[in-house]
T-cell receptor, first 111, second 112 residues
Framework: DGGITQSPKYLFRKEGQNVTLSCEQNLNHDAMYWYRQDPGQGLRLIYYSQIVNDFQKGDIAEGYSVSREKKESFPLTVTSAQKNPTAFYLC??????????FGEGSWLTVV | KQEVTQIPAALSVPEGENLVLNCSFTDSAIYNLQWFRQDPGKGLTSLLLIQSSQREQTSGRLNASLDKSSGRSTLYIAASQPGDSATYLCAGAFSGTYKYIFGTGTRLKVLA
């Protein structure tokens, strides 16, 4: 089936630890996005990429890093520099200017 | 700064009622606007996409309109059902960038 796969669904991070969230799409979309959602709030853009080997910071990029080595993959690393990482993370993809599709999300909790 | 706003934050209606959800944006140079549904703890499901050249889109009981001059979009839900209970978000993509800016959503509860 075509779609966006995020893993893991639930992830726990210890203080000072880096963690990586996976996002894979088989929709052949050029653009991919990472959003963060906090309880009762809308989505805030962390990073986005319009083509392979290129990406841009969103509104809240500090403490996060990404790579786009393959068209279908856009992993997000939450670094120890992100002081409040507990949130719901959503990956999305689209052809630029068209319908944007989302994965099922990943819950990250600091323990 | 481009912003997208949704009012009200929450809405409760009895089953069968027709309702309108509102979305406003600050930049008239909007490329397209999308409406989404989000169930608790889940990702977003796209409902309707309106390109800047269009005024409305329809899918089943849903109708979305776009008025660039006033900076507003509405999502009309006809004959609401308890299964429509969810959070509805709108997002705009603006000329010069392909990043989508989201509103904070309207949490809808349809009472049986």
């Amino acid at each position: 089936d075509g779609g966006i796969t995020q893993s893991p669904k639930y992830l726990f991070r210890k203080e000072g630890q880096n963690v990586t969230l996976s996002c894979e799409q088989n929709l052949n979309h050029d653009a991919m996005y990472w959003y963060r959602q906090d309880p009762g709030q809308g989505l805030r853009l962390i990073y986005y990429s319009q083509i392979v080997n290129d990406f841009q910071k969103g509104d809240i990029a500090e403490g996060y890093s990404v790579s786009r080595e393959k068209k279908e993959s856009f992993p997000l690393t939450v670094t120890s520099a992100q002081k409040n990482p507990t949130a719901f993370y959503l990956c999305a993809s689209s052809h630029p200017g068209n319908t944007i599709y989302f994965g099922e999300g990943s819950w990250l909790t600091v323990v | 700064k481009q912003e997208v706003t949704q009012i009200p934050a929450a809405l409760s209606v009895p089953e069968g009622e027709n309702l309108v959800l509102n979305c406003s944006f600050t930049d008239s140079a909007i490329y397209n606007l999308q409406w989404f549904r989000q169930d608790p703890g889940k990702g977003l499901t796209s409902l309707l996409l309106i390109q800047s050249s269009q005024r409305e889109q329809t899918s089943g009981r849903l109708n979305a309109s776009l008025d660039k001059s006033s900076g507003r979009s509405t999502l009309y839900i006809a004959a609401s059902q308890p299964g429509d209970s969810a959070t509805y978000l709108c997002a705009g993509a603006f000329s010069g960038t392909y990043k989508y800016i989201f509103g904070t959503g309207t949490r809808l509860k349809v009472l049986a």
